[in-house]
């Protein structure tokens, strides 16, 4: 079975979520006889605004098309972020050399909606992931420009557009707030005409574009619910993401010592809520108890709130900004927290991170919304708290110094929860989802 999996981004450069999971799903597949494919947004930045530049590439022994073009300068740049005149030709020219026999989307972002016009156009099955809200929100994450949880899409499209607006220049909010919203909602009525209609333009357009594919997968039940109204039943399914659990297993749990670790893993970006960790950890009363902060992630491609966490910091030498690791030393890194912490302050899917941590014996503090709280058991293999708030937060992590007796048993849990499963058990269902996919014809009507 030839399968070709598009994605926005892919390693070596990107390393987030989505990408580890189609890095692990091409391995999986390839290693078990499939002819797999690789197709990535390897820039939006570079070449020409109207053509994609597409070049062959090699990368841990998969086959990987690395595509780049110019959509910040392109003549349609608004549009094109969600259907691309230039990804849509490149997607028809290469389906009719690949002829795969089945095409797995991964979200939305960057690619766009034309890829899967084209495959259907090419009568080739296809399959979408959702790593995101990209189908339901312009800006991906369901967390408006205000800060505030957008907790039901809004009926009229110029709500979005003055959310995209707003978020564009920070004087707008500011505007808006001083006003009592008075601004916001006379630009919504007659400010915003041309964004409005591309918003409509968009909703319209991605409801037609997800009713094509035969399956659409979803890796928690939390996003499951919001597609519940424009996906079928019937082509819904709820996918967890699976891990190689002998490899966590296999490496050792460093011995016990009474230093509480606390660690963060992931994106260093506000929406990950990584200044509520750093506030409710200055915040602790340690009293005689060791304790300290891990921070892993990119400290460079966000300067402006790296700077701003720091300075939060405070020079606290028990806070450590660690940067950046190789994933092939996850399980090695989360043995060796006491605990992860999870703050996002949107309404995260299925983060990996939380996956691994769990697989690796290591409880979980999490942010008590959206996919988060439904891989973590409340005080059985990790704890919640209230979604934004650092104070709640800190009342979690200081039970951890008050009670060490909570920590092994919120430890026990970790080791023994029915959470993570197995890659092959994952690989597997989605075997099945595309023979089921191949067996039919596709659907919807072709734009």
């Known amino acids: 079975m030839k399968v070709v999996l598009p994605v926005h981004h892919f390693p070596p450069r990107y390393t987030a979520g989505g990408e580890q999971h189609v890095h692990r799903l091409a391995h999986?597949?390839?290693k078990h006889g499939c002819d797999v494919e690789v197709v990535c947004l390897e820039s939006i930045e570079t070449g020409e605004p109207d053509r994609v530049a597409a070049w062959f590439d090699y990368y841990d022994d998969l086959r990987v098309w690395r595509l780049s073009y110019d959509l910040m300068h392109a003549p349609q740049r608004k549009r094109w972020t969600f259907d691309s005149a230039p990804l849509r030709a490149w997607?028809?020219?290469y389906l009719r050399d690949a002829r795969p026999d089945l095409i797995h989307f991964h979200a939305g972002y960057l690619l766009g909606v034309g890829p899967l016009f084209e495959a259907a156009n090419a009568g080739v099955p296809s399959v979408l992931t959702l790593h995101d809200y990209w189908f339901l929100c312009?800006?991906?994450t369901l967390l408006r420009s205000d800060g505030m949880l957008c907790g039901a899409i809004p009926e009229n499209p110029a709500s979005c557009a003055w959310c995209r607006y707003a978020e564009e220049r920070q004087y707008r909010l500011i505007m808006n707030r001083l006003s009592l919203g008075l601004f916001g909602r006379f630009m919504q009525a007659v400010g915003l005409e041309s964004d409005t209609e591309l918003i409509a333009d968009r909703r319209a357009l991605l409801a037609e574009a997800i009713r094509l594919p035969q399956?659409?997968?979803?890796?928690?039940?939390f996003l499951a619910r919001y597609l519940g109204e424009i996906v079928d039943p019937e082509r819904l399914h709820v996918v967890?993401?699976?891990f190689d659990l002998a490899r966590f297993r296999a490496t050792p749990t460093p011995p016990p010592d009474d230093v509480v670790r606390v660690g963060y893993i992931g994106q260093i970006a506000h929406h990950k809520g990584v200044h509520l960790l750093i506030q409710a950890f200055r915040s602790l009363n340690r009293g005689t108890r060791q304790v300290e902060l891990y921070v892993y992630g990119n400290l460079k491609s966000n300067p402006t709130y790296v700077t701003q966490l720091k300075s939060l910091a405070g020079g606290d030498a028990h806070i450590h900004f660690e940067g950046p690791f190789e994933n092939v030393r996850v399980a090695e890194v989360m043995k060796r927290l006491?605990?992860?912490v999870v703050p996002s302050i949107w309404f995260e899917n299925s983060p990996l991170v939380i996956l691994e941590s769990l697989s690796a014996g290591t409880p979980v503090i999490t942010a008590n919304i959206g996919g988060m709280a439904e891989l973590v058991q409340d005080g059985v293999d990790g704890?919640?708290?209230a979604a934004g708030s650092a104070s709640d937060l800190a009342r979690q992590l200081q039970r951890l110094i008050d009670d060490p007796h909570l920590l092994a048993r919120l430890r026990q849990g970790a080791v023994t929860s029915p959470t993570p499963r197995s890659i092959d058990d994952e690989m597997n269902e989605l075997l099945s989802i595309y023979q089921q996919a191949i067996a039919s014809?596709?659907?919807?009507?072709v734009a």
């Open 28 to 30: 999986w597949l390839q």
């Open 91 to 93: 997607f028809a020219g």
């Open 138 to 140: 312009p800006r991906h």
């Open 215 to 221: 399956a659409i997968i979803s890796p928690s039940h």
């Open 240 to 242: 967890r993401f699976g």
């Open 338 to 340: 006491s605990a992860l």
């Open 383 to 385: 704890l919640h708290f």
């Open 441 to 445: 014809r596709p659907v919807g009507h």
